[in-house]
């Protein structure tokens, strides 16, 4: 059944026999050893796993930041794996967004130039005054990263993510420096995100709390997918427990 | 021990940045050190030399002075020792030779017993014989002279032979110019010989005359208390100069030469060690930002902040020593041939070519102390973080007061990226400064240093095309009828025109403000002497209700155009009102200039003539006839002129190349080092801004639109900064080279050269920090705490 229902949906990226060896000095690192997986249209997707499960690495690879040792990613039919450096920036900078752990604001760019930065790369980008209104940081728009709290920034680099209308959402860890209810309010913007304008959501996390609130979740170890689950009745964001 | 390893091996990683540093120190020590070391050895020199060879405390020149009238200059208060010489200058004929030879003759008193004043270090045998003559060893070496030769010369018209028996230097002739419209040396035309005072008075019918005087004073005497006295008895003699020792010649241009390299010693290293000690301050402080966690591990575990602090300093210490040595090394390896160099224009007898150990240890400790200092304060501020504080991530730089605020058309124009640029400059003020400030002493250096010799070779060509544009001028020694000096002139083989002018010193005083110049008497329809000024504007006919000035010489006295000076002649004590009509401005000349019947109606004289200016299809003929003419004191050929002119040009290039590759050196040691850091600083925001779909070249222009800013900031204070180094080198070659001045005006191709110079270091400065940015794993720096 639940085959059935992801075959009515449009696969965006699709994962093939993926590895990722890392050298480190005289040894080599096997970060992935073969991941398959697919990401579907307008989902929302949770990877979950122990630190060292190769995780982070998948998401940099469908991330366009980092290649992988050998396997396919092909995203909406054109396989990217092989790409040249100036193709994956334009990959990057028209189809992915990022959020990562540590926010990463340019610490002199106010939270709406933040926002701007982004969006003055895309010509199909959302109105920067409206995710600033959805952040709910209309009337701090003009604060630098120093003067807002880990939760505004954490918002203010969700925005920033998403004001370039990208197709994937990537999160790297979104609520990991953040306290319980900052993060609530971080992964409703998340959800917000996902269901207002149809876009992919992918989270990665150690934290299994989130995992609830996820269509499907894929479980990492040791390198490899080691299980896939789906919910059929994925929780609101306020109901997230950990 | 450990802390040591850590240093050594955190060092080690930064190589490069470290080896800039030591670069930079290594540059000021070596200039420390290796002047310092010259203008010491040439100072140390010529005071042990006037000391030993008891050079005068006051020299006066006469026209004849006799015997009898000696005795009552040795009486005067305060005169302790009074030595009277005769000089005349003789024209050595030198077959081959086209150039004018003129070799000084001084009488040597052979029955003096002891060292008189100015005694010349002698070797060879004594001047026992008839005609025996002592010539300085340069003069001697350049025409391939040796004792036991026979020399000819041409005195008075007549030839004499002279035996030469031995070589001898003078201490009043370190620096030996002919007279004071000489620019440097010139070895080759220009000797000095000692001959028996009773063959030279014969030699030129003068007995028990004289015509040069020296005098020591009694210790407690100054020359100002003995002055009026010396000038009372000489004045009926035709006294023509009267000056202390400090204003000799040659003892004037020692001792400029001495106070500018030691100027230059000093202020070049401090330059040097100063930008070497900022940028090891920015360096450090980057460094130890980075090594924030390791500095509150090291604190959990019990380390002092002092013996933290001094972990640090160590690697200034290291830097600034390391700098140091290799300054104090390169010094030694080319005092050498610095001292090489001033021996060809100043000669001195046991000058010193080695760096004292004194002044290696003062490099070393100046260097060692820049690197402390740098090291100190960019240490400091990481070091005073508790442990736990240090443990954890800094907090996002902050923003005080947003530039853009006060700015709202910039933030109009610009994008988030441009907003990035102006606040990154916000954001590192100090650095953005120093980064400005050493694009402006780059630009000032490339500014000023690049068109020099273009605008040296400019003045002589202006001088000798449109100033003198005569083949010789024949000064003569006493003044004669001006009609019977150009008609004697034209008869002379070769001679196509001829014209005189009047020649005569003058003090000119405004208010209590006084200074002596040339005052030039030109006939109206005057063609081969033109007043022109540096913008090639002519003055002729000078006004014939007043004189024109120089500008040097108008600055002297305050002066404007329609000020009354007053004037005195050497014919009358009475000052005589005249108005300046103009002031001029030239680089090569320092004359006042007069309507020639004007110059005669207010000095209430016959209409004389002091020099012969004459154009020439045959030079050598014209030499030749001259060897034979009584009253011709000087023959100045112009082209020979020009040429020993841009021989010197040439050999003072070398330096000015070293000038050009330091000034880019600078520029680009400070923008290469301040972007590495700014690029380490930022390589977290970069790589952000990699991942967000920015190109490796669009990431860059934020970068580069920060440097570019600055760069034109400093390029902007660079203009003024060059107007005041321009300013600054005249006064020094107006002390050094007797009056010499270049434009005032730098060429605007010159700035321009000077903006390329240092785009030139900026863009191979972005070029690196492109690659760095190409080269960022974004992987790796996002992971990375910062």
Redesign the interface.
């Known amino acids: 059944m639940k085959d059935a229902l992801n075959s009515q949906r449009e696969v965006i990226l699709s994962i093939e026999d993926i590895t990722k060896e890392y050298h480190m000095g005289e040894i080599i690192v096997q970060a992935l050893r073969g991941v398959n997986f697919k990401i579907y249209q307008g989902e929302f997707l949770v990877i979950l796993g122990p630190s060292g499960s190769g995780k ?1 690495t998948v998401l ?1 690879i469908i ?1 366009g ?2 290649q992988p040792t050998a396997g396919k990613i092909i995203y909406k039919g054109k396989d990217i794996s092989g790409l040249k ?2 193709d994956l ?2 990959y ?3 189809s ?1 967004g ?1 959020v ?1 752990q ?1 926010y ?7 939270a709406k ?2 926002i ?3 969006s ?2 895309s010509s199909n980008a959302l109105s920067v005054s409206d995710l600033l209104e959805t952040i709910g940081l209309a009337d701090r728009g003009g604060h ?3 003067q807002m709290s880990g939760g505004q920034q954490q918002r203010v680099a969700i925005a ?1 993510a998403v004001a ?1 209308n990208p197709e994937i959402l990537l999160c790297d860890e979104p609520t990991g420096a953040l306290d319980f209810s900052t993060g609530i309010q971080v992964l409703k913007l998340l959800k917000e995100f996902n269901k207002k304008y149809k876009r992919t959501v992918a989270i990665i996390t150690h934290n299994a709390g989130i995992s609830e609130m996820a269509d499907r979740v894929l479980y990492f170890k040791d390198g490899l997918v080691d299980l896939v689950t789906v919910n059929d009745n994925p929780v609101d964001p306020e109901e997230v427990r950990w | 021990m450990i802390l040591f390893l850590k240093a050594i091996r955190s060092i080690w990683r930064h190589k490069w940045a470290y080896v800039s540093c030591i670069m930079l120190i290594a540059a000021g020590i070596f200039m420390y050190t290796a002047m310092g070391a010259a203008a010491g050895a040439l100072d140390a020199a010529a005071q042990k030399y006037y000391k030993n060879n008891r050079l005068a405390d006051v020299f006066a020149t006469a026209v004849n002075v006799p015997g009898s009238e000696l005795s009552a200059l040795e009486r005067i208060d305060g005169i302790n020792e009074l030595q009277a010489r005769l000089t005349c200058e003789a024209r050595v004929p030198v077959s081959g030779n086209s150039k004018i030879i003129w070799l000084r003759l001084i009488s040597f008193d052979t029955d003096y017993e002891g060292v008189s004043l100015n005694y010349p270090d002698i070797n060879g045998l004594p001047l026992e014989k008839q005609n025996d003559i002592w010539l300085n060893h340069q003069f001697a070496e350049i025409h391939n002279l040796q004792i036991g030769d026979k020399l000819s010369v041409i005195i008075d018209g007549r030839f004499v032979e002279l035996n030469i028996v031995g070589l001898a230097n003078s201490p009043e002739y370190v620096y030996a110019l002919r007279d004071a419209t000489e620019i440097y040396p010139d070895r080759e035309t220009f000797g000095i010989g000692y001959i028996n005072i009773r063959d030279l008075a014969q030699l030129l019918n003068s007995p028990n005359m004289y015509n040069d005087l020296s005098f020591s004073l009694e210790n407690g005497f100054t020359f100002d208390e003995v002055k009026q006295q010396i000038e009372t008895v000489l004045e009926p003699f035709g006294m023509t100069g009267l000056y202390e020792a400090a204003d000799q010649m040659s003892y004037t241009m020692v001792d400029a030469e001495v106070t500018n390299v030691k100027a230059m010693s000093g202020t070049m290293p401090l330059l040097f060690s100063g930008i070497a000690a900022i940028v090891l301050f920015m360096m450090l402080k980057r460094i130890i930002e980075q090594e924030r966690t390791q500095i509150g591990t090291l604190k959990t575990f019990g380390y002092t902040n002092r013996e933290i602090l001094l972990h640090y300093i160590l690697y200034g210490l290291f830097t600034g020593l390391i700098g140091g040595i290799v300054g104090v090394g390169l010094g030694n390896l080319s005092v050498e041939y610095i001292i090489r160099l001033y021996t060809e224009f100043f000669t001195l007898p046991d000058i010193s070519n080695t760096i004292p150990p004194q002044l290696a240890l003062q490099g070393i400790a100046i260097a060692t102390i820049s690197g402390i200092i740098g090291a100190y304060f960019g240490a400091r501020p990481a070091v005073k973080l508790n442990p736990a504080e240090a443990m954890r ?1 800094p ?5 005080k007061g ?1 530039i853009l605020k006060y700015l709202p058309f910039v933030r109009v124009l610009l ?3 441009g ?2 640029s102006i ?2 400059i ?2 590192t003020k100090a650095r953005s400064l120093f980064i400005a400030v050493g694009i402006m002493f780059s630009f000032g250096i490339l500014a000023v240093m690049s068109p020099l010799m273009i605008m040296m070779t400019d003045i002589i060509m202006a001088k000798y095309q449109y100033i003198e544009v005569f083949d010789a001028k024949l000064s003569l020694k006493q003044p004669v009828a001006a009609a019977d000096a150009a008609a004697q002139a034209m008869k002379l083989s070769g001679v196509t025109m001829a014209e005189f002018v009047r020649e005569t010193p003058v003090e000119l005083r405004n208010g209590n403000l006084k200074t002596g110049t040339v005052l030039m008497g030109i006939k109206p329809g005057s063609y081969l002497y033109n007043i022109y000024d540096d913008d090639k504007k002519i003055y002729l006919p000078v006004p014939d209700k007043g004189i024109i000035l120089n500008s040097f010489t108008a600055d002297d006295l305050n002066a404007r155009p329609g000020s009354k000076v007053m004037l005195t002649s050497p014919f009358d004590d009475e000052e005589i009102p005249i108005y300046v009509q103009d002031i001029i401005h030239q680089n090569m000349t320092s004359y006042a200039y007069i309507d020639y019947d004007l110059l005669h109606e207010i000095f209430n004289q016959p209409k004389l003539a002091t020099a012969v200016m004459v154009m020439t299809n045959d030079m050598e003929s014209l030499k030749s006839k001259l060897d034979e003419t009584k009253n011709v004191s000087t023959i100045t050929d112009t082209y020979t002129s020009a040429e020993n002119f841009m021989e010197m040009m040439n050999s003072y290039s070398s330096m000015l190349w070293i000038m050009l590759i330091l000034g880019s050196a600078i520029a680009f040691a400070i923008i290469y080092n301040s972007s590495t850091i700014s690029l380490s600083e930022k390589k ?2 970069y790589a ?9 070249k669009e990431v860059c222009e934020i970068s580069n639109f920060e440097y570019w800013l600055l760069y034109a900031l400093g390029c902007l204070l660079g203009v003024p900064f060059a107007n005041l180094l321009l300013s600054g080198l005249n006064t020094m070659l107006a002390q050094e080279m007797n009056g010499l001045s270049i434009p005032a005006r730098i060429p605007l191709w010159a700035f321009g050269a000077a903006a390329a110079g240092c785009m030139a270091a900026m863009i191979l400065s972005n070029l690196s920090s492109k690659k760095t940015i190409g080269k960022l794993d ?2 790796d720096v ?2 990375e ?2």
Not at chain 1, 104 to 110: A, D, E, F, S, V
Request: glycine share 2%; hydrophobic share 30%; proline share 7%.
């Open positions: 982070s940099n991330g930041i980092d450096e100036k920036t334009k990057r900078r028209s992915v990022f990562f540590f990463n604001l340019i610490p002199n760019l106010t130039e933040n701007q930065l982004a003055e790369l630098f990263p120093s920033r370039k | 991530p907090s996002p730089p902050e923003i947003d994008t988030s990226r907003s990035m606040r990154n916000q954001r977290r925001e952000t801004l990699r991942v967000l779909g920015l190109h490796i974004m992987v996002l992971k705490r910062e």
